[in-house]
């Protein structure tokens, strides 16, 4: 069992800056990647970004790129999303979730994560 835990979200205004925090947990935390999702009110859960545990790819949505920066600290089984320049339509839920290895579904797909966060709210006002 792997368990996520997220924090770091809050009430910013617009141009302001953010960074989440993923803290894993779990005797068989041994994660391909991790990634980040969110999920606005009545839309669905959409890709923000993702990294390979070992550090050798990252991802992130077009809407995000050049704003949002993925990291993790491997000692601290700890990922991380700086978000900068934010704006109201990045409000929303964000989820940090554990991709375990030998999937076969794209890192920006929701299927190839097995383990989520319980999530932590970003609302960005104008």
């Known amino acids: 069992q792997v368990q996520l835990v997220e924090s770091g979200g809050g009430l910013v205004q617009a141009g302001d800056s953010l960074r989440l925090s993923c803290a894993a947990s779990?005797?068989?935390?041994?994660?391909?990647?991790m990634g980040w999702f969110r999920q606005a009110p009545g839309k669905e859960r959409e890709f923000v970004a993702a990294?390979?545990?070992?550090?050798?790819?990252?991802s992130y949505a077009n809407s995000v790129k050049d704003r949002f920066s993925v990291s993790r600290v491997i000692a601290k089984n700890t990922l991380y999303l700086q978000m900068s320049s934010l704006k109201a339509e990045d409000t929303a839920v964000y989820y940090c979730a554990h991709a375990a290895h030998g999937g076969i579904a794209p890192m920006t797909e929701t299927k190839r994560y097995d383990y989520w966060g319980q999530g932590t709210q970003v609302t960005v006002s104008s």
């Open positions: 990294l390979t545990w070992s550090g050798t790819w990252t």
């Open positions: 779990g005797r068989t935390f041994s994660p391909y990647g």
